[in-house]
């Protein structure tokens, strides 16, 4: 394992070595508030990027592909929505993409089989922001504070009254609100709630089903004995008329979240490898454009910034990536 | 002296232009009948591939519609279409038929001249805005009536009254024609008989204009069957299969609006789900405009 890590320590130095001189793209101001990368000029890249993973990252990727693209890059970007597993398998396995999505970090495994491939790839891994989701109920409700993973398993399927769920709580039927199921909210809250089943939670009664988040707000703020869930940032929007819940004892904050310790919250990350950056000068202008400006977007993306030290340290692993090219 | 007319009679000949307006005229008609042609075409397409892969007998009585895990059966849709249809209709029909009654036999010239414009501004307000007039006008009034816990923020009753009124013009105004129709002759030969003016009004007008009360009676339920926009803003947005009208529940057409408003790809069986739908619907108000033609040709009461 040391060996190989010295080998491909080795065969990056040699790679700087050779490198070709300068990204023509390199522009030479800078919106980095880190001062860490170098400024980007979408117009002058050429080449097509291939990304492919989470559903999750995928809004967030194509803003910013959308705004790169805007800014004048008269490539292709392809963003493939398949799941950060799907994502990884490409990336690492048939090693065809440039940049694996990701909602979780890489596995061991992963990374093992990512080292063997024909030109083997050492994973870096970029955190781009933080995805949390909220259980709110209406700021009338005074009975419901926290709740548990497990009660939520069973308050969003088969309990038909709150006091199913915990005896304490009153004996009166249970409005459900949750966002369509085209959406990366709902396949998020399957996925931790009912271990990916949709069958529990598309069965039960008194569920309203929306992708418009304004009717779930509206449905839940009005009615004591309703619940819901949806991204935080849309939580903080009308936090007069709702109650977040604790999960797990633990409330939803810009701290929990930073911390990784709620448990509705999860890591976006970007993965690529340093020959990848080195070779394909496009991918380093995307990876260097999403670092700089994704703050300014993904809050509107509905999103958390990841922590500032995690973004400082992706641009950081970028810029070592990219050494001796700007 | 004579005169030879030519063959053509005594009509002027024709002008060249002519030929030309008469095939406009004609392509203005087709047109409206190609629209439906192929608006029915595409329709029986699409439920076609549907029904390649969903019995219809699932279809038909499933009690649960989630089409993301392959459950389709329409009840659940069709009952909160019910509901909130007669709801409506509950509220439209005997409002609609007094207001006619009213307009027709009773209402003194001055007022007939206010209130006839003021029921036709009603049917000119857009539909949306009665949606949003049931969300947060209508059902915060109920709630506070029945109780908060008892009536859902989205609910079915809420939505079912403002689509009454929504079609209370289209009734009152189809039901006048009809009263209005009843000619002065049988009116004056009942007074002369000693009957009062209510007498006159339900036991001899009523009674002759029904077979044209009735079409106005199916044509509005027909009209609640197809309402959108209001039942989609406050009836609710989830399938569920119940008849209390305090609950929310989705109808057919507030489903096809909140789905095709997401991300659906074509060539889906949730894309195609939702012809469907709209297949039923289709023979569902096809069959109550037949019913309602078939009324006023077989009771039809002729007055000389």
């Not at chain 1, 994973?123 to 700021?139: C, K, Q």
């Not at chain 2, 009062?196 to 036991?203: D, H, P, R, S």
């Amino acid at each position: 394992m040391k060996k190989r890590l010295l080998a491909s320590l080795l065969a990056l130095l040699t790679m700087a070595v050779f490198a070709q001189g300068k990204f023509t793209w390199v522009d030479s101001i800078s919106d980095d508030k880190d001062k860490i990368l170098p400024g980007v000029n979408p117009a002058k890249v050429t080449g097509s990027i291939i990304t492919a993973g989470s559903s999750t990252v995928f809004p967030l990727s194509e803003a910013i592909a959308e705004r790169f693209a805007k800014e004048g890059f008269a490539g292709q970007v392809t963003i493939d929505s398949i799941g950060s597993g799907a994502g990884f398998e490409r990336w690492a396995k048939a090693g065809e993409t440039d940049i694996a999505n990701a909602s979780r970090a890489i596995k061991s495994s992963e990374k093992e089989s990512a080292a063997k491939l024909a030109t083997p790839r050492t994973p870096i891994e970029f955190r781009v922001g933080t995805d949390a989701l909220a259980v709110v109920v209406s700021s009338k409700n005074s009975f419901a504070k926290d709740i548990t993973v497990d009660e939520l398993g069973k308050l969003f399927s088969t309990a038909t009254y709150w006091s199913d769920v915990r005896s304490t709580w009153p004996r009166k039927e249970v409005k459900r609100f949750s966002p369509g199921t085209d959406s990366g909210t709902f396949d998020y809250f399957v996925e931790h709630v009912f271990k990916t089943k949709k069958e529990p939670l598309l069965s039960a009664k008194n569920l309203q089903l929306s992708e418009d988040d304004n009717v779930l707000v509206q449905g839940v703020a009005g009615d004591e004995y309703a619940v819901g869930y949806f991204g935080f940032a849309y939580y903080v929007e009308n936090r007069g008329k709702l109650k977040a819940l604790a999960v797990n004892s633990i409330a939803p904050s810009g701290e929990t979240v930073d911390a990784g310790t709620y448990p509705l919250s999860r890591p976006l990350f970007l993965y690529s490898d340093a020959r990848i950056i080195q070779e394909k000068p496009q991918v380093a202008a995307f990876l260097t454009y999403y670092l700089t400006y994704v703050n300014d977007l993904i809050v509107k993306v509905g999103y958390f910034p990841a922590p500032a030290s995690a973004l400082k340290a992706s641009k950081n692993a970028l810029a070592a990536a990219m050494k001796g090219r700007y | 002296m004579t005169q030879v007319f030519p063959a053509r009679g005594l009509a002027r000949p024709p002008r060249p232009g002519e030929a030309v307006i008469k095939a406009f005229l004609f392509s203005c008609a087709a047109f409206s009948i190609l629209t439906t042609a192929g608006i029915v075409l595409i329709l029986g397409k699409e439920t076609f591939s549907f029904f390649k892969e969903v019995s219809i007998v699932e279809f038909l009585t499933g009690s649960l519609w989630q089409p993301a895990i392959g459950k389709f059966g329409i009840l659940p849709l069709a009952s909160a279409t019910l509901v909130t249809s007669l709801i409506a209709m509950a509220v439209a029909l005997p409002l609609g038929l007094m207001v006619a009654v009213y307009l027709s036999e009773y209402a003194p010239w001055g007022v007939r001249q206010f209130l006839k414009p003021a029921l036709e501004v009603l049917a000119g307000i857009p539909t949306v805005v009665y949606g949003y007039f049931a969300l947060s006008t209508v059902t915060p009034l109920l709630r506070g009536m029945i109780g908060q816990d008892r009536l859902q923020v989205y609910n079915m009753l809420s939505a079912g009254l403002v689509m009454g009124i929504l079609i209370l013009p289209l009734i009152a105004s189809m039901c006048e024609d009809a009263l209005s129709a009843v000619p002065r002759t049988m009116r004056e030969a009942a007074y002369a008989t000693g009957a009062t003016k209510l007498e006159v009004t339900t036991q001899v007008v009523v009674p002759a204009a029904f077979s044209g009360l009735a079409a106005a009676f199916i044509l509005g339920l027909s009209r609640a069957v197809g309402e959108t926009m209001i039942v989609a803003l406050a009836a609710g947005a989830g399938p569920n299969l119940t008849l209390n009208p305090l609950k929310s529940a989705e109808t057919m057409t507030g489903h096809i609006v909140r789905i095709s408003g997401g991300d659906l790809s074509y060539d889906t069986i949730d894309y195609s789900s939702l012809f469907a739908i709209a297949a039923t619907l289709f023979v569902i108000t096809m069959i109550l405009n037949l019913i309602s033609r078939r009324i006023v040709g077989k009771r039809r009461e002729v007055y000389e």
